[in-house]
C-alpha cells in the first residue's frame, strides 16, 4: 500500500505525543541547559536564538540541494519540534529538471543565493565567484562542527585562498563504527534469483550473469504474470558510474571514482583502458545481444529507472545502495513485493575468483571536494552556524534518524533503541515520511555511536533493528550465507591511504585546466560512445571506435593531474604523523 498505511486512531495518538514532546521542548530549549555544548559562547546568538524560541519567533533559513530529492511537508511534525528546540528551521529544496552546474550557473548569473547550498559538481564554480562565506574565523564558536573532522581533515578542505568554505555532511564516523547497511556500490541482485538456485556462491561477473540468465529463462514473469527485467543500467547525467566505473572494482580496488591508485607505488592507473574494462563491456554486450540488458537502460531517467525498479521486475543491476534503497527499495515494502523476493542482495563480484574484492571498506570517505556551505546572501551566519552545530546535539541527532520516543521508536531495559513492527512499516511509507521525519538529510550528520555508548546513530548501524528490521526475504539469504548484514555479504577491507577518494578531486574538475578539460571531454565522450559499445553488433569495431575517442581526449593530461593530487595528499598527511 502507498501512503496512508497508519490509521486515525495512530494519527491521534502521535498528535497527542508530540503535544506532550513539544510542550516539554519549551523548556528544555538550546541555552537554558547548563550542560549544552552547542552555539557560541562569545557570539551571543546561542541566548538570541532560545529566547526567539521561547517567544514563539523561529527563525526560518533557506537551503538548496544540488541533488535530487523528496521535499517534506510545511507541517512536518519533527521538524516543528527541532524548531522549538533549536529556535530555527530550514526549508529545503532539491535540484529538478537542470544539472547541478546548471542550477548553480543560474544562481551565479543573477547574484542571489539561499543561506545554505550544497553545490555538488557546482562547488567549485561557487567558490570561484566569491558566493560562499569563509568559515575558518567562526570554527572554534561551534565545538559541534569543529569536533567533527580531525585537523589533518579540516586542512585538507582549505582552497587556494587558504580559507574552509564548506563542510562534509557525510564524513563523519563518532566514536566505534557501526555499519550494517554497505551505503556504497554493488552489483545487486534479487532475493527470489539467489532462492530459486539454492543460495549459490557467486564471485564473478561471469557467474552472476549466467544465473541472471537461467533465472529469468526458467521464470521470465513475476506472479502477476509481468515480464522480468533481467539487468537494467542506470546512465542519466552524473549517475552514469552505474554503466562505467565496474572495472575498478572488479580488478580489487577500492571506490576513487575515477581513477585506480596502486598501493604500493601510489600511482594513478587508467581504469577506463584495462584489460578488465575490454572484458566487462564485451560481457555487457554479450547480455545485451542475449535480452538480458534493457534496451531502455540508456534512454530512461532517473525517476523511470526506480519507478522500474519500485515494481519489482528488475533482477539485477549495479547501483550504490544510497541511490536506489530509500526510494525504490521503501517501496518494494509497501507494496509487499519482499514476499516475492524482490529486495536487492549485494554478491562480492571481482572479474575471477583469484582477485579479492573491496567493495566496502572501513572508515568511510572523506569528501574534501564539496559540503554544506553558508552563502553571501545568508544574513545571519552565526546563526545559520549555531543551527548546524545544533542539529549536531545528540538529542537532536537522535530527532532526526531515530523519530520521536514512543512514536518513531521504543527503548528497552539496557537503554537499546528499537522499533516495532508498524514503526518500521511507517519508518519506510512515503505519507508518513513527508508529514512527521525530518532528518535534515544533506547537513552535517553522524555515523558511528551514541554518546551513550549503546545505541547507533542511525537506525541501519544498529545491529539487532537493522536485523529485526529486515524483510524476511533478506534474512532467508543472509542465514543461507552465513550474514547478519550487506557488509558481511560483501566483507570489510581495511580503509584505504591518505590519498582516499580520489573523486573527492576529480568531482571538481571544470574545464580552466588542461585535466579539467580532458575529464569534461571523457565524460562526454563515455556518454556518447558506451550505449554504442553495448549494444554494437560488432564489438570489437565499436571498441576500437571508443578508444579512438576517448584517446583523443588526452587523458594523460587528466591522469597527470590526478597524480599531482595524490602526491600532494601524500605530503600533507605526512605533516600530520
Known amino acids: 500500500q502507498k501512503g496512508g498505511s497508519y490509521n486515525m486512531n495512530k494519527k491521534r495518538l502521535v498528535s497527542m505525543l508530540l503535544v506532550s514532546a513539544m510542550t516539554a521542548a519549551l523548556f528544555t530549549g538550546c541555552g537554558s541547559d547548563g550542560n549544552q555544548t552547542s552555539g557560541s559562547g562569545t557570539t551571543g546568538t546561542e541566548t538570541d536564538s532560545a529566547t526567539a524560541a521561547e517567544e514563539g519567533g523561529i527563525k526560518e533559513f533557506t537551503a538548496f540541494f544540488g541533488v535530487a530529492g523528496s521535499e517534506i511537508n510545511d507541517d512536518n511534525e519533527v521538524q516543528q519540534l527541532i524548531a522549538e528546540k533549536v529556535g530555527a528551521k530550514v526549508k529545503e529544496t532539491w535540484l529538478t529538471g537542470q544539472t547541478a552546474d546548471e542550477a548553480v550557473g543560474t544562481m551565479i548569473a543573477g547574484g542571489e543565493y539561499p543561506d545554505f547550498i550544497e553545490g555538488q559538481t557546482g562547488t567549485k564554480q561557487l567558490y570561484e565567484a566569491g558566493a560562499l562565506v569563509a568559515l575558518d574565523d567562526y570554527l572554534d ?273 539496557n537503554g537499546e533503541f528499537y522499533r516495532t513492527p508498524e514503526q518500521r512499516t511507517q519508518a519506510s511509507d512515503t505519507e508518513y515520511k513527508a508529514s512527521h521525519m525530518c532528518s535534515y538529510s544533506y547537513f552535517p550528520q553522524y555515523n558511528g555511536t551514541s554518546d551513550d555508548g549503546i545505541n547507533a546513530n542511525k537506525p541501519d548501524g544498529q545491529a539487532r533493528e537493522f536485523f529485526d528490521g529486515l524483510n524476511d526475504d533478506v534474512k532467508e539469504a543472509f542465514q543461507a550465507y552465513g550474514a547478519e548484514t550487506y557488509v558481511e555479504m560483501l566483507g570489510t577491507n581495511e580503509a584505504p591511504g591518505e ?57 594523460e593530461d587528466f591522469i597527470s593531474e590526478l597524480q599531482a593530487e595524490l602526491d600532494s595528499r601524500m605530503e600533507l598527511a605526512a605533516k600530520f604523523k
Not at 173 to 197: G, M, P, S, Y
Not at 363 to 385: E, H, W
Not at 519 to 533: A, D, F, R, S
Request: net charge negative.
Open 499 to 555: 590519498w582516499y577518494p580520489m573523486w573527492s578531486f576529480s568531482n571538481n574538475f571544470n574545464t580552466s585546466t588542461p585535466g579539467g578539460m580532458a575529464w569534461t571531454k571523457i565524460g562526454e565522450v563515455k556518454h556518447e560512445y558506451l550505449p554504442q559499445v553495448v549494444m554494437a553488433a560488432d564489438f570489437d569495431k565499436a571498441w576500437a571506435d571508443y578508444m579512438d575517442a576517448y584517446n583523443a581526449c588526452k587523458p
Open 141 to 413: 564558536d561551534y565545538p559541534n562542527i569543529k569536533n567533527l573532522f580531525t585537523d589533518l581533515e579540516w586542512e585538507k578542505l582549505r582552497q587556494e585562498d587558504g580559507h574552509i568554505y564548506w563542510i562534509p555532511q557525510f564524513s563523519c564516523i563518532k566514536n566505534e563504527e557501526k555499519v550494517c547497511t554497505h551505503n556504497d556500490e554493488a552489483f545487486w541482485i534479487q532475493a527470489r534469483v539467489l532462492k530459486w538456485a539454492d543460495y549459490p556462491e557467486i564471485r564473478t561477473m561471469d557467474q552472476y550473469f549466467d544465473l541472471i540468465e537461467k533465472y529469468n529463462a526458467a521464470n521470465p514473469t513475476m506472479e502477476d504474470g509481468t515480464a522480468n527485467i533481467p539487468y537494467t543500467i542506470l546512465c542519466d547525467d552524473w549517475r552514469y558510474f552505474c554503466l562505467e566505473n565496474a572495472p575498478q572494482f572488479l580488478d580489487g580496488y577500492p571506490n576513487d571514482g575515477s581513477c585506480m591508485v596502486d598501493p604500493e607505488t601510489l600511482t594513478v592507473l587508467d581504469y577506463n583502458t584495462s584489460d578488465t574494462a575490454v572484458k566487462y563491456f564485451k560481457k555487457l554486450n554479450e547480455e545485451y545481444q542475449k535480452g538480458i540488458v534493457d534496451p531502455e537502460s540508456f534512454t530512461q531517467s532517473y525517476d523511470e529507472y526506480i519507478s522500474k525498479l519500485s515494481t519489482g521486475r528488475v533482477l539485477g543491476m549495479i547501483d550504490q545502495w544510497w541511490d536506489f534503497a530509500y526510494t525504490a527499495g521503501d517501496a518494494i515494502k509497501q507494496a509487499g513485493l519482499d514476499a516475492q523476493g524482490c529486495d536487492y542482495i549485494p554478491l562480492p563480484i571481482t572479474i575471477d575468483e583469484s582477485v579479492k574484492n573491496q567493495w566496502h571498506n572501513a572508515g568511510g570517505a572523506f569528501n574534501s571536494g564539496s559540503g554544506l556551505a553558508i552563502t553571501v546572501s545568508c544574513k545571519d551566519v552565526p546563526g545559520a552556524l549555531k543551527l548546524i552545530n545544533d542539529l549536531l546535539d545528540q538529542d537532536i541527532h537522535n530527532l532526526r534518524f531515530w523519530g520521536v520516543e514512543g512514536v518513531d521508536y521504543e527503548v528497552d531495559e
